[in-house]
Every structure is written in C-alpha cells, then in structure tokens.
C-alpha cells in the first residue's frame, strides 16, 4: 500500500480517536466559521481529520482507499498527496466562503478530500464504473447537482458545500496534471464542468 495513502488513513484514525475521547480536543480543532474568522485557521485543515463516528471515519477512508490507487497509478505518490490536500483546503475554502457570516456553522470530515480524489478517478479513469454500473461520469454530475440541491434546501447537517469544493478541487488539479484530457476525454471534462458553473451562477444571483 502507497505510503502516502497509509499515512493519511492513520492520521484520520488518530486524530478522530482523540476527538471521539476528548470533547475538549474535538471543540478546539472542528471547523467552526467564528473561530476560523477570529484567527483560527488551523482549523480548515484540522477538522478534515475529524469525525462524527465510527461509522463516518470507516466510510471515508474506505472510500479514500478505493479511488486512491487509480491516482497514484496515473500520477504518482506525490501527485496523489498534492490532490488530496489541494482539495482539502479547496473544500474548506468554499465553504468559508458560503458561511462566512455564519459564525455558528461547525463541519468535520476527510469528506471534501476524498471527494476531490474521486472526481480525479473519474477524470483518469475512463471506463470507471460507480457501483458496477453508473459510469463515472455520470455519477460525477448527478452528485454535483445533488449537493448544490442540499447547499440550497439546507434541510440535512451533511456538509454539502465542503463536497462541492473538494471536488472543484480535485476537478482543477487533475486538469492542471493533464491539460490533453480537455481533448481526450472531452465529454466527462465538460459534463463535470457544467454544475460548477451552475453553483458560481446561482450564487452570483443570490439564489444560494
């Protein structure tokens, strides 16, 4: 296994232990919009270490383990650390932006990094299959729209807006790697773009 990928999944588990055992820990480092405006940045990369459960944690870094080799494959370790933590901080950075003047908003989760190096499978891998029968593709639109349905209706404690911004991230790195695939895989690259713009539109009409 890629030293990287052990590395990050430790880190998680480490880190999400403590805040599971110590609420004063957890409070300290979660992602918390007023504490973040008062100077404590730390936080927007502290809180992807943390998490809600057991159950949240194991998902995560199931999920990280799945999609990670496909990176690394193409890329290489570095390459695969760079996308993880580039869209990390892309999903902490939007959703700062969309609550900023929400000074009780709290998130935790791996969730946007993971989600980011997802998107960049989908990018890489052409023939990848979500579920054994969604192309990637496919699956990378339809999750796009149905964040930005979340990000509006606010009706669940799901961070939303971080998923969306990791994988805006993710998106952006893998492209940056492989400006040729804007040629070669052409369709996913624009259908992936398409909610993007979308989420930038509404929000420029307030309607998000």
């Given at each position: 296994?890629?030293?990287?990928?052990?590395?990050?999944?430790?880190?998680?588990?480490?880190?999400?232990?403590?805040?599971?055992?110590?609420?004063?820990?957890?409070?300290?480092?979660?992602?918390?919009?007023?504490?973040?405006?008062?100077?404590?940045?730390?936080?927007?990369?502290?809180?992807?270490?943390?998490?809600a459960?057991?159950?949240?944690?194991?998902?995560?870094?199931?999920?990280?383990?799945?999609?990670?080799?496909?990176?690394?494959?193409?890329?290489g370790?570095?390459?695969?650390?760079?996308?993880?933590?580039?869209?990390?901080?892309c999903?902490?950075?939007?959703?700062?932006?969309?609550?900023?003047?929400?000074?009780?908003?709290?998130?935790?989760?791996?969730?946007?990094?993971?989600?980011?190096?997802?998107?960049?499978?989908?990018?890489?891998?052409?023939?990848?299959?979500?579920?054994?029968?969604?192309?990637?593709?496919?699956?990378g639109?339809l999750?796009?729209?149905?964040?930005?349905?979340?990000?509006?209706?606010?009706?669940?404690?799901?961070?939303?807006?971080?998923?969306?911004?990791?994988?805006?991230?993710?998106?952006?790195?893998?492209?940056?790697?492989?400006?040729?695939?804007?040629f070669?895989?052409?369709?996913?690259?624009?259908?992936?773009?398409?909610?993007?713009?979308?989420l930038?539109?509404?929000?420029?009409?307030?309607?998000?």
């Amino acid at each position: 296994m890629n030293t990287f990928l052990i590395s990050i999944i430790a880190a998680n588990v480490f880190f999400s232990y403590k805040g599971f055992t110590d609420v004063s820990f957890f409070r300290k480092f979660e992602f918390h919009i007023g504490s973040i405006r008062a100077g404590e940045q730390i936080r927007m990369i502290s809180s992807a270490f943390l998490h809600a459960d057991w159950g949240h944690l194991f998902f995560n870094m199931l999920t990280l383990y799945m999609f990670a080799p496909v990176i690394v494959v193409y890329f290489g370790s570095f390459s695969f650390l760079m996308i993880y933590i580039g869209s990390l901080l892309c999903g902490s950075l939007l959703t700062l932006y969309f609550h900023q003047n929400d000074y009780n908003y709290r998130a935790i989760g791996a969730s946007g990094a993971v989600t980011g190096i997802i998107f960049s499978a989908i990018l890489l891998e052409k023939g990848m299959y979500i579920f054994g029968f969604i192309p990637g593709y496919i699956y990378g639109f339809l999750y796009l729209l149905s964040s930005i349905y979340g990000m509006k209706s606010k009706r669940d404690n799901i961070g939303h807006t971080a998923h969306f911004g990791g994988a805006i991230g993710g998106y952006i790195i893998t492209l940056s790697k492989d400006p040729a695939m804007l040629f070669e895989n052409t369709s996913t690259v624009v259908l992936l773009a398409v909610p993007i713009v979308l989420l930038f539109i509404l929000a420029k009409m307030g309607k998000i």
